[in-house]
């Protein structure tokens, strides 16, 4: 019996190192500072520290040089794909795998990026099958259906392709707003979602409610501040 106590009180100190390195690397995230917090996530080498790392480029990339954007897209997949494979439980992960291959698939040829298209929809079903509370997931599942059913030719192909139908959308963001109804991102998104498939008074009404909510973090104070500018444009 001593002698496990004694174990156990020599392994606190080091999860508790562990759990603050991720808070910390998460607070750099949280301020904006993305390409700190992915470095601060992918030193821990755990699963949750390449998820966050993963989820930190992503982001960062939209702030890029377009001439950077692919890279870092690439660069944020293959710390999913290491956070899955140190922890295939990890719905992070595969949330941040299905949110970098979705942007790569921009910069993809027909085929290609309707191959990540499918991609990104078997990643984004494992991340609800391993947590079905994850909100982000319904949202990404809602512009997921809503810009590959988007109308005309090419979506009606892409559609009839990956199984993506309009009807989706709502359902999809409704879930992620019941889930977490204060967060400003999930509205805006929403939003767009809505603008992608011709629903423009929806997606005003979503904006409307959007800029009624706080930001909690660095990000949220751009999509709300993106909100805002939109919201403005239709008055």
């Known amino acids: 019996m001593l002698s496990l106590a004694l174990t156990s009180a020599a392994l606190t100190p080091a999860l508790a190192q562990g759990a603050a390195s991720q808070q910390a690397a998460q607070a750099l995230y949280d301020q904006g500072n993305w390409q700190d917090a992915a470095s601060a996530g992918a030193a821990l080498n755990t699963s949750a520290g390449l998820a966050l790392a993963a989820e930190a480029t992503t982001a960062g990339a939209g702030l890029a040089p377009d001439g ?12 999913a794909d290491q956070a899955i494979r140190l922890d295939p439980q990890n719905a992070d992960a595969y949330f941040e795998k299905a949110r970098a291959q979705g942007r790569l698939a921009q910069f993809a ?127």
């Open 109 to 235: 040829g027909v085929f290609e990026s309707l191959s990540l298209a499918k991609e990104v929809k078997k990643n984004l079903d494992q991340a609800v099958k391993l947590r079905p509370t994850m909100a982000s997931a319904y949202v990404a599942l809602g512009l997921w259906n809503a810009t590959l059913d988007s109308g005309g030719l090419k979506g009606a192909i892409a559609a009839q392709q990956t199984g993506a139908r309009k009807a989706n959308v709502a359902p999809n963001f409704e879930r992620a707003v019941a889930l977490e109804p204060t967060v400003v991102t999930h509205r805006l998104e929403y939003a767009n979602a809505l603008n992608l498939i011709g629903n423009k008074s929806g997606a005003a009404a979503q904006l409307q409610k959007a800029v009624t909510l706080s930001a909690t973090n660095y990000w949220e104070q751009r999509d709300l501040a993106t909100a805002q500018a939109m919201l403005a444009k239709l008055k």
């Open 68 to 79: 950077q954007k692919k890279g870092l897209f690439q660069k944020a997949q293959g710390y």
